[in-house]
Antibody, heavy 120, light 107 residues
């Protein structure tokens, strides 16, 4: 059974870089029918797509975070990562990694999420 | 960017009643790439419907999706106690955006 697990520091200082990792088990991120992505949800608010990638293909980023975000992949460890620079309190959120299946075109498998607080 | 407007913000109903949730897009959603998710407190979202009307694996048939273009609907035919939750729509036709959600609460 496919599982995704987010990991990373729970507290980041303003202006610093947030780094998170998603470890995938029960399936390979190099699979040909899937995108993999990051999303976030500020406390008490709705969902926001951060970005997604297709292994061996393109990486797509949501419009609101622009150049502050980078997604990278380590297929040898079956992991992908998120880096977000110059964070502010507005980046405090529950961060999810998820699989986006081609043909379904929706996020069908999610991690449990990891809470990141931006505070000095 | 396509803006999704969900209504109502909160729906107060009793178990056994029918729930009708609306999702309206600011422009037509390409290929009807519209999905619905359910989220309960402390849990990740769960995919219910994709492609506007196809149920995801394991989703009970009391959940149904309909619509096309800019107007989409999620219907829960008879509410079960476990259906009281937050529901989000999401489009993937033009970038990827979510609606603000509809809370289905017990009346």
């Amino acid at each position: 059974q496919l599982q995704l697990q987010e990991s990373g520091p729970g507290l980041v200082k303003p202006s610093e870089t947030l780094s998170l990792r998603c470890t995938v088990s029960g399936g390979a991120i190099s699979g040909s029918r899937y995108y993999w992505g990051w999303l976030r949800q500020p406390p008490g608010k709705g969902l926001e797509w951060i970005g997604s990638f297709y292994y061996g293909g393109s990486i797509y980023y949501g419009p609101s975070l622009g150049s502050r975000v980078t997604i990278s992949v380590d297929s040898s460890k079956n992991q992908f990562s998120l880096k977000m620079t110059s964070v502010t309190a507005a980046d405090t959120a529950l961060y999810y990694c998820a699989r986006h299946a081609l043909g379904i075109d929706a996020f069908d498998v999610w991690g449990r999420g990891t809470m990141v607080t931006v505070s000095s | 960017e396509i803006v999704l407007t969900q209504s109502p913000g909160t729906l107060s109903l009793s178990p056994g009643e029918r729930a009708t949730l609306s999702c309206r897009a600011s422009q037509s959603v390409n290929n009807d790439y519209l999905a619905w998710y359910q989220q309960k407190p402390g849990q990740a979202p769960r995919l219910l419907i994709y492609g506007a009307s196809s149920r995801a694996t394991g989703i009970p048939d009391r959940f149904s999706g309909s619509g096309s273009g800019t107007d989409f609907t999620l219907t829960i035919s008879r509410l079960e106690p476990e259906d009281f939750a937050l529901y989000y729509c999401q489009q993937y036709g033009n970038s990827l955006t979510f609606g603000a959600g509809t809370k289905v609460e017990i009346k």
